[in-house]
Structures are given as C-alpha cells and as structure tokens.
C-alpha cells in the first residue's frame, strides 16, 4: 500500500495563504460536511468551532488527492478532534451522522432557509425562531414582522437572488457597469473581483471594485452611476454607504471587520437576452400572461482611493478564508497588520505601499498565489 509522500503532508502550512487552492477539490464529500457544521456553529454564534470546520474545509480543497484512509491526514496541520471524528465516519460509513443529524435539526433548517433571504442575519434569524417561525413561506406570509428596506427587497425578488449568478450573467452585468462608470469618468478602472475573479463559474452575487488612477477622486461618482440606472429603470435597491476612511489611523485587528471604503449594496435587473415578449404575439392580448424578461442580480460596487487600489483588491478577491490566513500571517508571523486599506509594520512603524497584489506578498514575505489559486 503506498503512503502518501511526506513531501505533501510534511510542508503543509496552516496558512491557506501559503497554499495555492485551485476549484478542482478531489475532496468535496469532506468539504461539504465541513460547510454544514461551520454554519450550524456558524447559527449558534460558536466563532471557534466554526473556524476550526471552515480551515479544515480549506486544507482538504487544497489536498491534491482523495482523502480515502486515516493515514492520508496524518500530519496534516488544521484537523482537530471533531474535524478527525467527521472525516472517520465518512472513511468508513460514507457519511456523517453528525451531519445527517445537523441536516435534520429544526432550528438548522429554519436558519438556513431565512439567512437566504438577502438583509437577513443570524440575530433576525434568532429571533423569528423563537416567534416560532420555521419557513421563508411563513416568513412571507406574516404580514406583521417589521422588515427593513434591504428585507423587504431579499423578499421581493427571493427566488432571482437563491439561484446563483452564471459567468454569463456576470460578463453581461460587468459590460453594463463599466459603460455606465465610463460615461462619468473615461479612465476609471472597473475590476471584477471576489468568486469570479477566482475562475468560479457561478456566485451568489458579483463585486466589482472601481478606481480613479491619478490625483482625482469622485465623490459623486457612485451616486451618479445609480442616479443613472434608476432612470434607466435598472435599479431594484440600492444602499451606498459612504466612506469612513481616516488617514494615518491604524489597520483594522479585528480578523473581519468590514472596510470603510465608500460602496453600495444593489440589486439590478438584467434583461435576458433568451426571453422575448414580443413573441408571444396573440391576438387575444388580454389573456397573455406576461413573460418575466428580467432577472434581479445581487451586485456590490466599491469605491478606492487609486493608492489603496492593490489592498482592496487583494481584501475583495477573497476566499473568505484566504483573507483570513493573510491577516493572521500578517499579525502572528510579521508583526503587521493589513487590512482591505493598507499594511503597517508595527516594528518600523510606516505603512507600506503597495501598487500591486504581487508587492503585497513580497512585503509579507510570501510566495505569490494567482486569484484562481484562492479558492481555499
Ligand atoms: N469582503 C470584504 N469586505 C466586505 C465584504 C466582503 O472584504 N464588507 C470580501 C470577502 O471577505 C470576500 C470577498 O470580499 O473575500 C467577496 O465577498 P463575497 O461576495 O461575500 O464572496 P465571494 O467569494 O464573491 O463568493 P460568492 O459567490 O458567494 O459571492
Ligand atoms: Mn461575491
Ligand atoms: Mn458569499
Ligand atoms: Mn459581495
């Protein structure tokens, strides 16, 4: 029987920083185990558990083999006792009874279905559970629960925002964002980023970050931009958050604080080019029940200062978990702190500048990893 050489298990770092993660998972039954138990410590607000399901999720996306026997994790940074049990039942029953367990919860179920409503969080969560609500359908039909403006839109166009975003969809909305942004300011630079800068094929919504290269920057800009679009009729919600950002104050500590760049939460509505009205031309108009033409698409724009530019982009391209491991290498390996805005060295005391993502990482002392390479 062959081990599993010791030059894979032996170099393997706990940073998912300092592996390189590609889509292609030989490990998927595992990693979707892993993903339900972090969400449901993820509901019970259980930080610690969840992160220690969610890293190892990570490793094994990253494992270049099937996981098949014990012997294959020994080593292996990122396995605790719990992960260990999970990974053992799956070895040798072909499924977890832990999971099958968290899968058949009440209050797992009821969770899951109203953190899928876009505006809802695990304290809203919470507390309609314990209303005694269960579904999104009774969510819906309970005319008394007091909804925010982002809530009553996530109910609104619920089923478009649930099916996932395609690449298609994701070039048609970059081609309207970039023409919109180029009619205000020509040169500014739009960029694709989080899950499909990575290479996914479908996502759950679609970032782009937008820059101003030179000294001028535009306020007014996103304003503008959505100002535009709810003309054009495109503009189904929309939330801008102005920008926060204080020179000289130090990066963010906390592993996920939000940034404070100036951004805005959408919801857009993209034609499709398959369905066509006018097709459907009868004579007896009045019985023609109209055809949905349109599908609203969760879309994240934000806005950078051009010198805090490469910092974003490296914050928004993500994994999640990539992030993460950038900022605990950071802080644990090189006494400095980054953020989505920049990187302070705390023994030199200067912020370090960087142009690009590549500069970053040579500040960090690590090896580059390529976007397609963060999937971790
Ligand atoms: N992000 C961030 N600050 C925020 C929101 C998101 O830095 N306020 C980062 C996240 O950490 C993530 C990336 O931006 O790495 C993209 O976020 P998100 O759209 O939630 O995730 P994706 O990886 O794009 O996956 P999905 O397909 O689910 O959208
Ligand atoms: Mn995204
Ligand atoms: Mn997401
Ligand atoms: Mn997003």
Redesign the pocket.
């Known amino acids: 029987e062959s081990e599993v050489p010791s030059c894979i298990t032996r170099k393997v770092s706990q940073y998912s920083c300092q592996r390189k993660t590609t889509l292609n998972n030989y490990n998927k039954k595992f990693t979707d185990a892993f993903e339900i138990m972090a969400e449901n410590y993820e509901f019970k607000e259980n930080e610690i558990f969840c992160l220690e399901f969610l890293r190892a999720a990570s490793l094994l996306k990253y494992l270049p083999f099937p996981v098949t026997r014990m012997k294959d994790i020994q080593g292996l940074p990122c396995i605790g006792d719990q992960v260990r049990d999970v990974i053992e039942e799956i070895i040798e029953e072909g499924e977890s009874s832990r999971v099958k367990e968290v899968l058949n919860d009440e209050r797992y179920k009821a969770f899951k279905q109203f953190t899928s409503v876009f505006g809802v969080g695990v304290k809203t969560s919470e507390k309609w559970y314990r209303m005694g609500l269960r579904t999104v359908e009774e969510l819906k039909a309970d005319k008394t629960l007091k909804l925010s403006k982002m809530q009553k839109a996530g109910f609104l166009y619920y089923e478009d925002l649930v099916s996932c975003v395609s690449k298609a969809e994701a070039d048609a909305v970059t081609l309207i964002v970039k023409n919109t942004v180029s009619t205000f300011l020509p040169d500014a630079l739009v960029t694709i980023t989080?899950?499909f800068r990575r290479g996914k094929k479908m996502?759950?919504?679609i970032d782009f970050l937008i820059t101003n290269p030179g000294p001028r920057e535009d306020d007014e800009l996103l304003h503008k931009v959505v100002d535009l679009w709810k003309k054009q009729g495109l503009l189904l919600y929309c939330d801008i958050i102005e920008s926060t950002f204080v020179e000289e104050q130090l990066p963010s500590r906390k592993v996920d604080a939000m940034d404070n760049f100036q951004k805005c939460f959408t919801i857009l509505k993209l034609y499709q080019p398959g369905v066509d009205n006018s097709s459907y031309n009868t004579s007896k108009k009045s019985d023609m029940a109209e055809i949905k033409d349109w599908k609203a698409i969760r879309v994240d724009l934000v806005i950078t200062p051009f010198e805090q530019y490469a910092y974003a982009l490296l914050g928004w391209t993500g994994s999640?978990e990539f992030g993460r491991d950038l900022r605990r290498y950071a802080s644990h390996e090189r006494k400095m702190i980054l953020d989505n805005h920049g990187l302070y060295d705390r023994r030199k005391r200067i912020f370090l500048k960087a142009g690009s993502e590549e500069e970053i990482f040579a500040h960090l002392g690590l090896d580059y990893v390529e976007p397609w390479e963060r999937n971790a």
């Open positions: 989080g899950g996502g759950h919504d999640r």
